[in-house]
């Protein structure tokens, strides 16, 4: 499969173009049999001939180019709609009826607060054109009214209160939040880009919009009033008729100013806690803290910790999390025992990542003592059981014996559970 993606240097063209590449590449695995053969890049420094050879061979097309910051705002039309003409107008030179997905916009609803928008016109105008070209063509058309978006490369003080917010926590610099309450739909730029590989195998999700509200629609089933003409094409020849007219992202998370900001000061404060965030698999948390980290400047990448030293080594806390303890990294030197104490409630993990070393465990009040010897040859983890007593010792003259240590609980000096106790 050819595909040709316009505004292609864009922040979702950026990130839609390397995955296709990764594809391409067979570097991405995880979406099936889609084949991509070519990614045709189009934007605005391209050459117009350009356009021409892309539309006459492409399979698929993302139209992702547009105008968000004109200098007027006649601007607008000329950008969202004018190039989509031309771009419709270049297939249809070239009799080329592939699929074409268009990247709209929520204020295309023309609705609440965006009832008066001069972008949201130029966006309804674009869309009219796609989906009258499908219905004068036949050609599968894919419109798509995005909410916010966020992500990595996506250009602060622009058109992205998230990424505006990430580059000020991230660089230090000043913000401004009028309202915190304010609740914001956000869409993640990877969840758009696993919806648009989607609509390369035909599983793009349908809808239909009541305003600013999605109504998911299906194959079979129209959600729409069939005597009402403009909402229901009922042209045979609109391959989208059954299907719902628009396309949306099944996941977007709705959040307050307020609470992005409270995030974001507790992503700030990491290197100096030591403290990772709940970021549970698919929340909003996880996708912030990945987009915060990519605004970070080349001298906060890397950041000191506080390593304790002694004669016999050294004890260094790496991270700490609110519900599932510690891990830190423990260096002995040659010939060192460390340990010689028991817990009642704490257990810890030691693994052995360099060295060659002995581990021992004595149940309080026998005499039986468990051992394990431990090298960095053979990574193993050991664990240190509540009631038992334990060491860990070098058994090298030589080298440094390296062990990582996960606590399930952050050490607290005023109760500690720490009882000193030879083996």
Known sequence: MKILVTGAKGFVGKNLCAQ?????????????????????????DSKPEDLDVFCKDCDFVFNLAGVNRPQNQEEFMQGNFGFASTLLDTLKKHDNRCPVMLSSSQQASLTGRFGNSEYGRSKKAGEDLFLNYSKETGAKVLVYRFPNLFGKWCRPN??????????????????????????????????????????????????????????????????TDKNDSEKNPSNPSNPCSKKGRYCYCPVTHKITLGEIV???????????????????????????????????????????????????????????TLNCGQVSINISKPGITKGQHWHNTKWEFFIVVSGHGLIQERKLGTDEII???????????VHMLPGYTHNIINLSDTENLVTVMYCNEIFDPNKPDTYFEKI
């Open 20 to 44: 296709l590449n990764n594809i391409k590449e067979g570097k991405a695995r995880c979406y099936g049999d889609v084949q991509v053969d070519a990614v045709y890049e189009y934007d605005i």
């Open 262 to 320: 409270e995030l974001l000061k507790s992503f700030a404060e990491q290197p100096k806690t030591l403290m990772i965030p709940e970021i549970p698999a698919n929340s909003f948390a996880k996708k912030l803290y990945s987009t915060y980290l990519s605004y970070l400047p080349k001298e906060k990448v890397a950041f000191p910790l506080k390593m304790n030293v002694d004669d016999r080594g050294s004890f260094t806390e790496l991270v700490h």
């Open 371 to 381: 051992e394990f010897e431990v090298s960095g040859d053979n990574i193993q983890c």
């Open 158 to 223: 622009y058109n992205s209160a998230v990424a505006t917010f990430c580059n000020a926590f991230a660089n230090d610099l000043p913000y401004t939040v009028n309202d915190p309450s304010v609740e914001l739909e956000l869409l993640y730029i990877d969840d758009l880009v696993d919806e648009m590989i989607a609509c390369l195998k035909g599983e793009e999700h349908r809808c239909e919009f009541d305003g600013l509200e999605v109504i998911p629609t299906t194959d079979d089933t129209d959600s």
